[in-house]
């Protein structure tokens, strides 16, 4: 599951509301010293964020009874070279919506909204998502203070689940303040926040019935992104944000994710809501086992077949992002998300007299496990089969995995496993770096200055799934040209 709702609020983020008086000489030359200062320090960027101060507060909606966030945010900018170009960008889903309060030009004055674009985010790894894009491109010149300030509404809580820190441009002063009432339980868990110079404070407002968190950090250099590197989450400063319970005079006491159950639960709750029709499965499962008689034969065949035959798609759209698709609908299209397909392969061997479960699992891109009851703590969905005493984790998106292997994006990752009312926590078991191994064995010789002999080049676990990857993407018609540079590492000579 790709969970989405953290589109992340680390991606290009610029301008903002601006206290400076640019209109007098005075200011004016100010903001042209700081450029000049801030331009030394962070050669490698155009815009520094002067000021950023996030407040949330959160909230019962009367209507839905439901614990809503209202989050307000204002940023100011400072143009560090002439020309500088950025973009305003702010995510929003099914969950959530997003206001632009106001614009401030380098006057210091208002200007219009309309040119703020409102679309679908489009995303080369979804083939459908609900996420959409606020963005305004913004240019400055050196010493312009520009301002933005906006509003955004999740009607529920538990889909509101990180902060952070840190931004791709320079972060000169940073505050969030969390407002919470005292009939609201919610948690802050605090990571990566070694190293760093985050000030915290709790300070209770006996008048306004108000608790508020405050994190403040001062002078945060830009984030690098490096290919292949670890998901943010794993070493950048911020906060989770836990909601636990919350006490509505209309209704009482209503528990969020108190506990790792309550997150099974509500996962629980959508499956249920699920109307599969395993009837519609039967012909292909019995075709498919005709001819076989071993468990473990019979099980590899129905796995291999959803991998082969049900085209993974990333799908995000509102609840759907949580939900599985019925099986009988992800057969008939042939395709489906990571949840339409495992529960494909979970009814397909029930079908064959397995015991397949669903399971909950987040990928090494998250930190984070079971331990912390949130939506922020797994992004994805496979198959457990429960056999012999043993729990085999099926992953039909890996299309080329065996069974008994698994990617290396869920090895060592703690495993929800669904049990009924009840829930499983297991580990998916991790391989030595030995299980990938890329033989190469060549025999060679010098015969009339000509280097000439044979050789084999033999692929295990992911250096395997990587070449018949590659090796499935080419023409029929290129194929052996294809085998012929793997082997000799495309070497002319």
């Known amino acids: 599951m790709m969970s989405p709702r953290f589109l992340t609020t680390f991606l290009f983020l610029v301008f903002v509301l601006s206290s400076v008086n640019i209109n007098a000489q005075r200011s004016i030359e100010e903001n042209l010293e700081e450029a000049e200062r801030l331009s030394a320090l962070y050669e490698d960027s155009d815009v520094a964020l002067l000021e950023n101060t996030i407040k949330v507060k959160f909230e019962i909606d009367s209507k839905t009874n439901l614990l809503t966030v209202i989050e307000t945010t204002e940023w100011v900018y400072l143009g560090l070279k002439d020309n500088a170009k950025h973009y305003f960008v702010q995510f929003?889903?099914?969950?959530?919506?997003i206001s632009v309060d106001h614009i401030l030009n380098a006057r210091g004055k208002k200007q219009s909204t309309s040119n703020v674009k409102?679309?679908?985010?489009?995303?080369a790894e979804y083939f459908y998502s609900d996420a959409r894009v606020k963005?305004?491109?913004?240019?400055l010149n050196k010493g312009d203070v520009r301002g933005i300030k906006t509003t955004k509404h999740y009607s529920d809580a538990k889909y509101y689940t990180r902060e952070y820190f840190y931004e791709n441009i320079p972060v000169i002063k940073k505050e969030i303040t969390f407002s919470i009432p005292e009939n609201v339980e919610i948690v802050f868990k605090e990571f990566n926040f070694e190293g760093h110079k985050i000030e915290s404070s709790k300070i209770k407002d006996?008048?306004?019935k108000l608790t508020n968190h405050v994190y403040k950090v001062n002078n945060l250099k830009p984030t690098e992104k490096e290919r292949n590197a670890v998901g943010y989450a794993h070493y950048q400063?911020?906060?989770?944000?836990?909601p636990k319970a919350y006490t509505s005079s209309k209704i009482g006491k209503q528990v969020i994710f108190e506990k790792t159950a309550d997150l099974y639960n509500w996962y629980q709750s959508l499956v249920k809501s699920m109307d599969n029709n395993p009837a519609a499965l039967k012909e292909q499962v019995v075709l498919l086992l005709k001819n076989e008689t071993e468990d473990l034969e019979k099980?590899?065949?129905?796995?291999?077949?959803?991998?082969?035959?049900i085209r993974y798609i990333a799908f995000e759209d509102g609840i759907a992002g949580f939900k599985p698709d019925e099986c009988q609908n992800v057969l008939k299209k042939k395709y489906g998300d990571c949840k339409g397909m495992a529960n494909l392969l979970k009814e397909m061997l029930i079908i064959a007299g397995f015991d397949a479960r669903l399971t909950w699992i987040g990928t090494d891109r998250i930190p984070y496990d079971y331990s912390t009851p949130s939506l922020a703590v797994d992004n994805h969905m496979i198959c457990t089969l429960i056999f012999n005493g043993k729990n085999y984790f099926l992953d039909p998106t890996e299309q080329y995995n065996s069974l008994g292997h698994f990617a290396s994006r869920i090895q060592g990752k703690q495993a929800l496993i669904e049990n009924g009312e009840d829930f499983i926590?297991?580990?998916v078991p991790s391989f030595e770096g030995a299980v990938n191994l890329e033989t190469i064995d060549w025999t060679l010789s010098?015969?009339?200055?000509?280097?000439?002999?044979?050789?084999?080049?033999?692929y295990a676990g992911e250096r395997l799934v990587e070449v018949l990857h590659t090796f499935n993407k080419i023409k029929l018609d290129n194929r052996e040209e294809a085998i012929k540079r793997l082997i000799n590492g495309n070497d002319k000579n």
Request: net charge negative; no cysteine; proline share 2%.
């Open 446 to 458: 010098i015969e009339a200055e000509q280097l000439i002999g044979h050789g084999k080049s033999t």
């Open 237 to 242: 400063p911020h906060i989770l944000i836990l």
């Open 299 to 309: 099980v590899k065949k129905l796995y291999y077949w959803v991998q082969d035959n």
């Open 92 to 97: 929003y889903d099914e969950t959530s919506n």
């Open 118 to 123: 409102d679309e679908y985010y489009n995303q």
């Open 425 to 427: 926590l297991d580990i």
């Open 135 to 139: 963005y305004l491109n913004l240019t």
């Open 206 to 208: 006996a008048k306004s």
